[in-house]
């Protein structure tokens, strides 16, 4: 629209400089033909302009979409790996459950020389924090230390299995013990029979406090 108000001015400039030159009727009939054909060229030059500007607004338009796009997506990745991460870490604070498919000592530092916190009986369910090393890093009844991973495992099952084991070799460790026990007294005075008998009931109710405690320590 500016070029054709331009053109406009330029032709009437024109006209009325060659209307008072000439002063005829053929002056004012050329200026107003210069007149109508730059009107026309204008006119003409108007929508391929207007056409240009429009092509170019929708190129910036999807430039800016796309661009919008593509940081929507960025954030979106940013905003899953953020997630992600806390949830690593909120697992690795609370630590995961372990079960114990052998009667573990439980140590104040990571080896087998420490201190002795506390005990953990054959198919005990217990938190571990840190797998890393021979020795786990574990929680079991309240009580912070470490026990060695080996006879940790994930499957329930698995220290079930060990438990049931770990009983019926008890059982046949009390039987073949007293059978014996019987043999030696068959000869022997009732005091002897009598003593025998309570030193083989001594041993196996600290067999069967071994069984509770979980059998064997690490």
């Not at 400089?17 to 060229?41: F, H, I, M, N, W």
């Not at 929708?58 to 954030?75: C, D, I, L, Q």
């Not at 940790?152 to 039987?175: F, G, I, N, P, R």
């Not at 009598?194 to 509770?212: A, F, T, V």
Request: glycine share 6%; hydrophobic share 35%.
């Amino acid at each position: 629209m500016k070029k054709i108000r331009n053109a406009i001015i330029v032709v009437l400039a024109l006209s009325l400089v060659l209307g008072g030159c000439s002063g005829g009727t053929a002056a004012e009939t050329t200026a107003a033909q210069t007149t109508e054909a730059a009107v026309t060229e204008a006119q003409t030059e108007a929508p391929e302009t207007e056409a240009a500007e429009t092509e170019a607004a929708a190129e910036t338009m999807a430039a800016a979409e796309e661009t919008a796009a593509a940081e929507t997506t960025a954030a979106a990745e940013t905003a899953a790996a953020a997630e992600t991460t806390a949830a690593a870490e909120t697992t690795a604070a609370a630590g995961k459950t372990m079960y114990s498919t052998w009667g573990l000592a439980m140590r104040k530092e990571a080896n087998k020389e420490s201190e002795q916190v506390g005990s953990i009986p054959v198919n005990s369910e217990l938190t571990v924090f840190d797998t890393s090393g021979e020795y786990y890093e574990v929680e079991f009844n309240g009580v912070h230390g470490y026990a060695l991973g080996k006879y940790l495992t994930e499957d329930a099952e698995e220290a079930k299995a060990a438990y049931e084991e770990s009983v019926a070799q008890e059982k046949a460790e009390k039987k073949s013990s007293s059978g014996n026990s019987s043999k030696k007294s068959s000869g022997s005075s009732a005091k002897k029979k009598s003593s025998d008998k309570k030193k083989s009931s001594d041993k196996k109710e600290k067999k069967d406090k071994e069984c509770l405690n979980g059998g064997i320590l690490n």
